[in-house]
């Protein structure tokens, strides 16, 4: 069964940490990029970092240095661990497969990471 189910998201006020989790079955995860893109209402969902399956990372310029990057290649789980955060950063967060051109269709529930004082 194809599936993504993210989780660790909620409330957190400007500076807050959060940690981010992606269970993924195996048809997605194994030998493949993954990567964790954030969507906005009315905006295209977008990646902001990628792992590939040997660990190289990659991260869009508005996270970097803030947001971490992880996998567990025995628990097909991806981590994305978030510090710094800003109001910005508000958004629902999914994980799949990266590029988004190899995604597959059938995305996660996502999670709300919502950023607020």
């Known amino acids: 069964q194809v599936q993504l189910v993210e989780s660790g998201g909620g409330l957190v006020q400007p500076g807050g940490s959060l940690r981010l989790s992606c269970a993924a079955s195996g048809s997605i995860f194994n030998d493949n990029a993954m990567g964790w893109y954030r969507q906005v209402p009315g905006k295209q969902r977008q990646l902001v970092a990628s792992i590939s399956n040997g660990g190289r990372t990659n991260y869009a310029d508005s996270v970097l240095g803030r947001f971490t990057i992880s996998r567990d290649n025995a628990k097909n789980t991806v981590y994305l661990q978030m510090n710094g955060l800003n109001p910005e950063d508000t958004a629902v967060y999914y994980c799949?497969?990266?590029?988004?051109?190899?995604?597959?269709?059938?995305w996660g529930q996502g999670t709300q990471v919502t950023v607020s004082s």
């Open positions: 799949n497969r990266a590029p988004a051109v190899v995604a597959v269709p059938s």
